[in-house]
């Protein structure tokens, strides 16, 4: 069964670091590009970062560079998203995403195949 588990959100306060895990099962995500989206309350889904699996490429939305890291570690079969100096705006449910077209980066959540459940992150006072 292919599943996507995200995993280590929670409450955090402003300026705090999260590190969110994707971990896949039921399949391999080496060659697959995974993104990173976020989806507060009345908001549409926004795409914050992906990377692609031939050579590491990455994106980050503008309202996150320099604040979050993206990375794989194909042999855990995991990517990790890395949250620093967070702010009450990141407050979301992110979801992490594969695609099979894996050569590129996508912000378009049509581009992606399978989908995990979602993490809440609250940051908050």
């Known amino acids: 069964q292919v599943q996507l588990v995200e995993s280590g959100g929670g409450l955090v306060q402003p300026g705090g670091s999260l590190r969110l895990s994707c971990a896949a099962s039921?399949?391999?995500?080496?060659?697959?590009?995974i993104g990173w989206f976020r989806q507060a309350p009345g908001k549409e889904r926004e795409g914050v970062s992906c990377?692609?699996?031939?050579?590491?490429?990455?994106y980050y939305a503008d309202s996150v560079k320099g604040q979050f890291t993206i990375s794989r570690d194909n042999a855990k079969n995991t990517v990790y998203l890395q949250m620093n100096s967070l702010k009450p705006e990141d407050t979301a449910v992110y979801y992490c995403?594969?695609?099979?077209?894996?050569?590129?980066?996508?912000?378009?959540?049509?581009?992606?195949?399978?989908w995990g459940q979602g993490t809440q992150v609250t940051v908050s006072s």
């Open positions: 039921g399949f391999t995500l080496d060659y697959y590009a």
């Open positions: 990377i692609n699996s031939s050579d590491g490429s990455t």
């Open positions: 995403a594969a695609s099979r077209s894996g050569y590129g980066c996508y912000t378009d959540p049509i581009e992606y195949d399978y």
